[in-house]
Nanobody
Framework: QVQLVESGGGLVQAGGSLRVSCAAS????????MGWFRQPPGKEREFVSA????????YYTDSVKGRFTISRDNAKNTVYLQMNTLKPEDTAVYYC?????????????????WGQGTQVTVSS
C-alpha cells in the first residue's frame, strides 16, 4: 500500500502563488506515475498535472499550462505543484494520486492511491 499526504493549501489573492506538496510513504517502489487532480466547489474532480516518477516527464491540462509546475523529489518521496498567477477559478480541493501502472494519465481510474486533499482558495 501507498499512503499520500498533501499539504500547503491555503488562501491566496488572485495573481499570487502557492505550492502544494504530496508526501508518499509505504511501498513507494511500486509507484510509476503521480498526478494532481482538483475538485472545484459543486463540480467533478478534474485532472491538473502528472509526472513520471522515474524520468520526471510532466503533463498539464491546458488551463494551467504556463502557470503551474509539477516536480518531484525522489529522495524525499514527494511531489510538488507550484502554482503561479492563480485565478479564482483555481479554487478547489487539490488531491494527489499515485499509479502503479500509468505515467502521465489524466484519467481518475488509472490511479489506485489518493491523498485526503488540501483546500486552495483564490480570492478575487
Amino acid at each position: 500500500q501507498v499512503q499520500l499526504v498533501e499539504s500547503g493549501g491555503g488562501l491566496v489573492q488572485a495573481g499570487g502563488s502557492l505550492r502544494v506538496s504530496c508526501a508518499a510513504s509505504g511501498r513507494t517502489a511500486i509507484i510509476y506515475g503521480m498526478g494532481w487532480f482538483r475538485q472545484p466547489p459543486g463540480k467533478e474532480r478534474e485532472f491538473v498535472s502528472a509526472i513520471t516518477w522515474g524520468g520526471g516527464i510532466a503533463y498539464y491540462t491546458d488551463s494551467v499550462k504556463g502557470r503551474f509546475t509539477i516536480s518531484r523529489d525522489n529522495a524525499k518521496n514527494t511531489v510538488y505543484l507550484q502554482m503561479n498567477t492563480l485565478k479564482p477559478e483555481d479554487t478547489a480541493v487539490y488531491y494527489c494520486a499515485a499509479s502503479r501502472t500509468k505515467a502521465g494519465s489524466s484519467l481518475i481510474y488509472d490511479y489506485e492511491y489518493w491523498g485526503q486533499g488540501t483546500q486552495v482558495t483564490v480570492s478575487s
